[in-house]
């Protein structure tokens, strides 16, 4: 890859998509079990520290800012 290439790649990974959302992108790339672990975990009215300290130990990134701005309907995620 030639430098050009790096850093137009690079660029690119900074950029972030419109309608971007942190919480949405980790969701999307957990397994179909983890998803629903995850799914369950707020059916359950578990908190988003506990939540997230379980991700975490999971190797999962995640930052209890993005899960809070997601839940509470800050992020920017596509609404209804
Ligand atoms: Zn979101």
């Known amino acids: 890859m ?41 059916a359950k009215g578990y908190s988003y520290n506990l939540v997230l300290m379980a991700l975490r130990a999971e190797g999962i990134k995640s930052s209890n800012e993005s899960i809070r701005a997601h839940k509470k309907g800050m992020c920017k995620c596509p609404k209804e």
């Open 2 to 42: 030639s430098l050009a290439d790096r850093l137009a790649e690079n660029a690119a990974k900074r950029m972030k998509p419109e309608g971007y959302c942190a919480y949405q992108v980790m969701y999307e790339n957990l397994t179909k079990e983890n998803k629903k672990a995850l799914d369950d975990a707020w």
